[in-house]
């Protein structure tokens, strides 16, 4: 069992920038692809960023060069920096683990294993 825990959310104006964090109980190192991925208020799912082992990291067209994923492997956490932010960035957003090594790439959502309970995301003036 993965427990990962984010946070950082909250109100910003348009054009600011906030930085997600996401506490994994368990090595970084040990999983195959780390990301985020954001719930809207009508309940649509976007993978946001996303971070695969040995190959790097990818992102929609709708947040990439705004949005980059990082990690601290020391201290087993996940970021998410977000910059020029915009209103229809709202959302609530949750980090998530793939564990096991290889399958379809990049990672689709649903292939995902864990994931936290979300931080919120206002992008409002």
């Known amino acids: 069992q993965v427990r990962l825990v984010e946070s950082g959310g909250g109100l910003v104006q348009p054009g600011g920038s906030l930085r997600l964090s996401c506490s994994v109980s368990?090595?970084?190192?040990?999983?195959?692809?780390v990301g985020w991925f954001r719930r809207f208020p009508g309940n649509q799912l976007e993978l946001v960023a996303a971070?695969?082992?040995?190959?790097?990291?990818e992102y929609p067209d709708s947040v990439k060069g705004r949005f980059t994923i990082s990690t601290d492997n020391a201290s087993n956490t996940l970021y998410l920096q977000m910059n020029n932010l915009k209103p229809e960035d709202t959302a609530v957003y949750y980090c998530?683990?793939?564990?096991?090594?290889?399958?379809?790439?990049?990672?689709?959502?649903?292939?995902?294993?864990?994931w936290g309970r979300g931080t919120p995301v206002t992008v409002s003036s």
């Open positions: 971070l695969t082992t040995g190959i790097g990291s």
């Open positions: 998530l683990v793939k564990v096991d090594y290889g399958g379809t790439y990049p990672v689709p959502l649903h292939e995902y294993d864990y």
């Open positions: 368990l090595s970084i190192r040990n999983f195959y692809a």
